[in-house]
């Protein structure tokens, strides 16, 4: 017998996916703090014997390094939102209008350096592939199989128009 496509499932897959990425770019956000702290002792050391070509090096690694470190938290604070929309969309039974903001939300996040991070392309893919899945079961057949069905919600789409401004914002940038 064929498994029964429920996108109320699915939908707590991709919620499930949005935190394995949320702990990983907490995670590499932490590397990146401890390599920037540790970068900055080394600085200081070479500063003191006055190896300034040396220093100047390392300072330039430290202010990649921040700079790396401010985009993280930002696609955190973006990751954040759509973990939030996700929630509010389950709870609503909103599968259709959520995986159409997440599909449009990750072609931006796609353009970003940070999702060709190996730790983070794979997450990606992955979140990319289950809210494609939540699409068509939400669009194609998953009309069926929905109990409740409330009119769309003018907050979730607010809130992921705010995760794509923010988005916009730190593309801008890096064109």
Do not use: C
Request: aromatic share 4%.
């Amino acid at each position: 017998m064929p498994r029964k496509r429920d996108p109320l499932r699915k939908s707590i897959e991709v919620l499930y996916s949005v935190r394995l990425i949320k702990d990983r770019i907490s995670m590499l956000q932490s590397r990146v703090e401890e390599r920037t702290k540790e970068l900055t002792k080394r600085l200081v050391d070479l500063q003191t014997r006055g190896e300034n070509y040396l220093a100047k090096k390392y300072a330039e690694e430290i202010s990649k390094l921040r700079q790396l470190s401010n985009r993280l938290s930002t696609l955190l604070l973006v990751v954040d939102k759509v973990d939030l929309a996700l929630q509010r969309a389950i709870v609503l039974r909103e599968y259709t209008v959520i995986s159409s903001e997440l599909r449009d939300l990750l072609k931006d996040i796609s353009k970003l350096p940070e999702f060709k991070l190996p730790d983070l392309s794979l997450l990606f893919a992955e979140l990319e592939e289950s809210v494609r899945e939540l699409w068509d079961m939400s669009v194609v057949g998953g009309g069926e199989v929905l109990s409740y069905n409330p009119p769309s919600d003018s907050e979730v789409k607010a809130i992921m128009e705010e995760a794509k401004a923010i988005l916009r914002e730190k593309l801008e940038p890096a064109h």
